[in-house]
């Protein structure tokens, strides 16, 4: 049974895979901020359940820092200690998205993909983070730091970014006609 989520209303729903695997997978996408606007509910819904074909997808989020903080670094520092904590149940295969990361075509992303998910026993995580990106420190204790591109994104759209070509990946891997 996978879990999937109702964006628009919150509540959460159980499907079905219709494919099975040799081992359970599990993608689980973390984030600053939770998606607001009604085009980003649509597309994260989209994914989430083309992803479901795959993998269960796990959404979780945390709290974006108060601009109280006092500045763009000390925002992030707090952003990565909220982070870092809602990982510290979670293993598998950590990325962080930054544009300072490596790039990859979507057929070498997907290789890298099949070769770690193997390695970390069907498990990844995915961390986006809020308007000022990522704190050096989560940068640093994840797997791979994976960049969408040479430009800024905001943080809901690099969300939808990763799951499509997360998405991408798997059909990639499986010969799937989607990937053209």
Known sequence: MWQSTNWSTGSTTSTKSTKSTAMPMKTTFLTVG????????????????????YAQVDMLFVRAASSRAGSP??????????????????SGFKVACDTGGRSFTSEHFAQLWRKEIDHHSGRALIIIGGPWGLDQTVLDWADLVWSLG??????ELALIVAMEQIARAFSINRGESYHR
């Open 150 to 155: 040479p430009i800024t994104l905001p943080h």
């Open 34 to 53: 939770r998606p607001s606007t009604p085009w980003t509910l649509q597309a994260v819904d989209h994914y989430t359940k083309f992803l479901s074909k």
């Open 73 to 90: 670094d000390a925002e992030k520092r707090v952003e990565a200690k909220r982070l870092l904590e809602a990982t510290s149940a979670l």
